[in-house]
């Protein structure tokens, strides 16, 4: 009985994950979303990318440290890349601020 309750967990899982997905390539173009929610959803990828990147870049030694030299390279690479229509720019120069204040300054 044990294999019959971990199937019907997998099926459950399964239906809450695809159903939602699926709903919206089975029903087309008769499923739309509210405007409002149309224009919110175009900033998710942006908040997702901000949520992985930044404790990385705030986080140093295990503690909360906004004098590190990842939010050095940071600063940079947002400034670079409000003012630069180039891709490579600020991931060069956010490269370059840290490696030159870790391995040039040993911050």
């Known amino acids: 009985m044990d294999g019959a309750w971990i199937w019907l967990a997998f099926?459950?899982?399964s239906l809450a994950t695809h159903g939602p997905r699926g709903s919206f390539i089975v029903l087309?173009?008769?499923?739309?979303?509210?405007?409002?929610l149309r224009e919110a959803l175009?900033?998710?990828?942006?908040?997702?990318?901000?949520?992985?990147v930044m404790p990385n870049v705030l986080v140093s030694g295990g503690a909360v440290s906004?004098?590190?030299?990842?939010?050095?390279?940071?600063?940079?690479?947002?400034g670079v890349a409000l003012r630069s229509k180039n891709p490579w720019l600020p991931f060069l120069l956010g490269m370059?601020?840290?490696l030159l204040l870790r391995?040039?300054?040993?911050?």
């Open 42 to 52: 175009r900033y998710a990828p942006a908040a997702a990318l901000a949520a992985i």
């Open 66 to 78: 906004p004098f590190n030299p990842k939010v050095a390279a940071a600063v940079v690479v947002v």
């Open 28 to 36: 087309g173009h008769r499923a739309r979303l509210p405007e409002a």
């Open 11 to 13: 099926a459950l899982v």
């Open 103 to 107: 391995k040039g300054l040993g911050l």
């Open 96 to 98: 370059g601020v840290l």
